[in-house]
């Protein structure tokens, strides 16, 4: 048994790291980086990494630096070439749009164009996997990245073959399952899953017996720590999830999969900085994009891997959003009829429901 960790593993390893404001390297076909968090990097640490390569580069995305009003030079990220008198206040104020109405202009800002972005791209990528915001410190530093991780106990990950990992969904395994009576119905079953990257279980709350010959009556709910625990009006989580489950238990089956990927993907933290950005008169598509996060973050594939898990194949699907019909449709998932879930709405949410249909596509 070899017990050198493998790319799963070192894959998990990055991102722990990258939340607790440690370094990496990244590598790519021969190129290294060090990387860091702009929002989790302690200053003290900031002086090290400048001292590792001649320049330091922010790397934001290209939703950040259109805020900004930053060239980006590509679709995905823009790579900030960071002043010598830069610090680290000065990068989380251009990764983080809190004070962007009092305090608008951050630069001029200087961009890199042309160029290998891969390794720019790789450090967005995990610092959103990490639930941080998308925006990193990068230092390159040619080919001397192995010897830099094992001079400071670095975790060393090779982009190249991580890209493939963190664009897949991990296979998710059956941990346990019980018997859960439930207010919408008594008869219910619990069905905890855990994915083999170290990410965040999900759920299946199974109402019944379902027959896996039929379409199965189902819902992919997304958690909502503010809709579906704290009963916040400012979405319609919490109706929704409700809902659903009162409806399963009228005709006494369904699937309901709870999947752990709390504000539309990224994260509870950020999705309370989205809110912050709402007050100041944003939409929630707008406050995302400041952010530097796309619209949606969310990976439903997740859901059509559990319902092939538990032995479905076909689903009358609860839902208002077509591009949850789509997903499971192009995975493998029958949609036999799409059944309305029009609740929830309420005067605090009414602006936030009308963006949810204008600008993301739900029926409403």
């Not at 390893?13 to 989790?40: H, I, N, T, W, Y």
């Not at 080919?143 to 094992?150: R, T």
């Not at 989205?274 to 594939?301: I, K, M, P």
């Amino acid at each position: 048994m070899s017990l050198k960790p493998n790319i799963v593993e070192l894959q998990a390893r990055a991102r722990s790291d990258l939340r607790m404001g440690l370094p990496v390297v990244f590598g790519l076909r021969g190129d290294f980086a060090v990387v860091a968090s702009a929002e989790a990097l302690p200053p003290s640490r900031l002086d090290e990494l400048r001292n590792l390569a001649p320049r330091l580069i922010l790397a934001i995305t290209a939703r950040r630096a259109e805020t900004l009003k930053a060239r980006a030079y590509s679709d995905q990220v823009a790579r900030v070439v960071m002043p010598a008198d830069a610090d680290c206040g000065w990068a989380k104020s251009v990764a983080d749009p809190a004070d962007d109405m009092h305090n608008p202009m951050k630069g001029p800002l200087q961009t890199l164009r042309g160029g290998e972005e891969g390794l720019f791209r790789a450090a967005i990528t995990f610092c959103k996997a990490a639930r941080l915001l998308p925006a990193a410190f990068v230092a390159e530093v040619g080919s001397d990245g192995p010897e830099l991780a094992a001079r400071y106990g670095l975790t060393l990950l090779d982009a190249d073959e991580a890209y493939p990992v963190m664009h897949d969904t991990s296979p998710l395994n059956p941990v346990a399952a019980a018997r859960l009576p439930m207010q919408a119905f008594q008869a219910g079953r619990l069905h905890i899953f855990r994915p083999e990257d170290g990410g965040e279980e999900h759920y299946a709350v199974q109402i019944g017996m379902p027959d896996r010959q039929k379409p199965v009556l189902a819902r992919l709910h997304s958690a909502c720590f503010t809709g579906d625990v704290l009963g916040s009006l400012k979405c319609d989580c919490g109706p929704q999830l409700n809902a659903a489950l009162m409806q399963m238990g009228a005709e006494g089956a369904g699937i309901l999969l709870y999947l752990n990927q709390e504000g539309r993907g990224i994260g509870l933290a950020n999705k309370m900085r989205a809110y912050s950005l709402q007050d100041q008169g944003f939409d929630t598509v707008e406050a995302n994009h400041r952010l530097g996060f796309e619209d949606d973050e969310r990976d439903f594939r997740i859901g059509a891997k559990l319902l092939e898990r538990m032995g479905f194949d076909q689903v009358r699907l609860l839902t208002n959003n077509p591009a949850k019909v789509a997903m499971l449709e192009g995975h493998g998932i029958k949609v036999t009829e799409r059944v309305p879930l029009k609740v929830g709405l309420n005067p605090m949410n009414e602006a936030y429901l009308a963006t949810k249909a204008r600008k993301s596509g739900h029926l409403l």
